[in-house]
């Protein structure tokens, strides 16, 4: 069975940063990709908020970037998805979808995760040219234009109030007859005066063209159609953390996400870092996972050095 000193879960933001430290420190990282080499951000068009890009790059273009530099210090960057891990004893035994199996001294989890859509297939179509599941990464595309938000939750709240703050006019498409956020949020939102809560509605199609989205076709409860004009399509109704492989293992919040100690990236069990999206229900951005890949890749090192 192949021996590594590190091995790192994912190449997103997080999993190539650690790889890049964690390179850079001789620890000779292993990286298994997974399904989506290079991670969320392939799948998205402009990136314009990660520092270092004044004039802005595309998800694809900095991933490789990334790619690129942690394999200029010799990280091994494998094809392939991590389908189970034994994390009772150290080394810790990882199989990987093929048939490799490996034996790991320290374990960085950095899979992620994904964003949930409704699963029009309109909503398919227009992701990137007016479909987001990012307010906070997208909503400035929209400056001054009217915008949908689906979701009655916190999240959706804070996108509404968000956006309202940069667009013309926010729907806010609501299943219920009631916000499922705290009280306070909901306060908030109900204060607005340019966030209109359309309750009892569900999305039915995204309209659009060449351009990007232009429309909305919404049902209400009794089944009656109704069209909002609108340019951005902003869908709030929850993350899928990427847990599954260690969910039997690592200690996990009541969504799935990762626990994390403290300040540290280490998780419930010694030797096993968590970093990026897959520990962080809140930020979920691009720096803020590249920030804990590093932070993971330091505290890997702290530990197999001790
Ligand atoms: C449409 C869209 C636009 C966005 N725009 C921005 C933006 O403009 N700015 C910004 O800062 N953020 C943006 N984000 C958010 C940003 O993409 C994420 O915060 C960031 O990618 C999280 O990085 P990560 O490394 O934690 O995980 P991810 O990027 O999700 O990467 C996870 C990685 O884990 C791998 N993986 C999963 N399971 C396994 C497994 N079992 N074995 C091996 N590998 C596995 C996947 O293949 C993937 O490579 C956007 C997100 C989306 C969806």
Redesign the pocket.
């Known amino acids: 069975m192949e021996h590594v000193k590190c091995l790192i879960?994912?190449?997103?933001?997080?999993?190539y940063t650690a790889a890049i430290y964690t390179a850079r420190a001789s620890l000779q990282p292993v990286v298994?990709?997974?399904?989506?080499?290079?991670?969320?951000?392939t799948?998205?068009t402009d990136?314009?908020?990660?520092p270092g890009y004044p004039k802005g790059i595309g998800g694809a273009a900095m991933m490789e970037d990334l790619r690129s530099q942690a394999l200029r210090f010799g990280a091994d960057i494998r094809p392939g998805?991590?389908a189970s891990v034994d994390l009772s004893r150290r080394p810790f035994a990882v199989a990987v979808d093929g048939g490799a199996a490996l034996a790991a001294d320290a374990l960085v989890v950095?899979?992620?995760?994904s964003?949930k859509y409704l699963g029009l297939p309109s909503e398919e179509r227009f992701k990137g040219q007016g479909v987001?599941?990012?307010a906070t990464?997208?909503g400035f595309f929209y400056r001054k234009q009217d915008v949908v938000v689906v979701g009655g939750g916190d999240t959706a709240c804070e996108d509404a109030l968000h956006l309202a703050g940069l667009c013309r006019k926010v729907y806010m498409v609501v299943r219920r007859s009631v916000l499922r956020a705290s009280h306070a949020m909901q306060q908030r939102v109900l204060a607005t005066p340019n966030i209109e809560v359309l309750w009892e509605h569900q999305p039915k199609e995204v309209l659009g063209d060449e351009r990007g989205v232009n429309a909305v076709r919404l049902a209400g409860a009794a089944g009656e159609e109704r069209r909002v004009e609108a340019t951005g399509f902003f869908v709030a109704i929850g993350h899928h953390p990427?847990t599954e492989?260690f969910r039997p293992w690592l200690q996990l919040d009541e969504q799935g996400y990762i626990v994390t100690q403290g300040k540290s990236t280490r998780t419930s069990v010694e030797g096993v870092f968590a970093c990026?999206?897959?520990q962080d229900p809140v930020y979920?951005?691009?720096?803020t996972?590249a920030g804990s890949g590093c932070m993971a890749a330091i505290d890997v090192e702290h530990f197999l050095k001790r």
């Open positions: 879960v994912g190449s997103g933001p997080a999993g298994y990709e997974g399904l989506l080499p290079g991670g969320q951000l799948t998205t990136i314009e908020n990660f998805t991590v950095a899979t992620g995760a964003a987001s599941a990012c990464c997208d990427n492989v990026g999206d897959v979920r951005q691009a720096i996972a």
